[in-house]
């Protein structure tokens, strides 16, 4: 199957936060009360249109990624005292390919009335493949690093029925001018409009605009704060 392939590098202008929460536990108490809480949707729905609903949660590597910052401190992936999943020795801090394609398909998303993309997200799920499984966290020299820079504190205030509350949030941070690289490489069924006047979608303009918006964006956590924003390189392959 033909496909087409896009070499992608950032380099990171504004500081990066981890987005993986540091205790398991709260990633198993997320995903059980986000489960729970869906099911009481669906039971509502119900009663009230005499029709089952069917809101899902995405998987749960997806789920993680929407993580409440007041859940606590939230890390980079390290595998440096790991194996990968083909056996080899880990090299330090990373995301996790499905945080990338995540990204990709959360711009895509927004910018649907720009590309004419119908459900683009569900599209990028079945025809973007992002590769290597884990995308490294580099220096100016290309070095992986084996750690995050430091960690940061900040407060969180929020206005409840109790009146306003102030939490603090932690998350791990990598200094700008650290970079990722990888590959996006398109199934070739990617169309924009629908039925009969559905029409290839020119896959060097898509990247380019994906790209230009998520940079202005930002990834990571605390995007909001002006964090995670990076340039972009990319060719085909």
Not at 97 to 116: R, T
Not at 138 to 165: H, S
Request: proline share 5%.
């Amino acid at each position: 199957m033909k496909t087409t392939k896009f070499l992608i590098r950032e380099t990171f202008t504004t500081r990066l936060l981890g987005t993986a929460p540091a205790d398991k536990e709260v990633y198993q108490e997320f995903i059980a009360k986000k489960r729970a809480d869906l099911e009481e949707r669906k039971r509502k729905m119900a009663e009230r249109t005499g029709k089952p609903s069917q809101p899902t949660p995405g998987t749960p590597e997806e789920e993680v990624e929407t993580i409440n910052e007041e859940s606590g401190i939230t890390v980079f992936h390290n595998d440096l005292k790991q194996k990968t999943e083909d056996g080899k020795d880990g090299k330090g801090i990373f995301l996790f390919d499905y945080q990338v394609a995540g990204f990709w398909k959360e711009a895509a998303e927004i910018l649907g009335p720009e590309h004419g993309i119908k459900q683009p997200r569900s599209k990028l799920d079945n025809y973007l493949l992002v590769e290597p499984r884990r995308v490294y966290i580099f220096d100016d020299k290309g070095a992986v690093l084996d750690k995050a820079d430091y960690r940061i504190e900040r407060p969180l205030r929020a206005m409840t029925m109790q009146g306003p509350r102030v939490s603090l949030a932690c998350s791990e941070v990598v200094n700008p001018g650290r970079g990722v690289e990888y590959t996006v490489d398109f199934l070739p069924y990617l169309k924009a409009g629908s039925g009969k006047e559905a029409k290839d979608v020119d896959l060097d303009k898509f990247v380019e605009m994906i790209l230009q918006f998520a940079a202005r964006k930002g990834r990571g956590q605390w995007r909001n704060g002006g964090n995670g924003k990076f340039t972009a390189t990319w060719k085909a392959l």
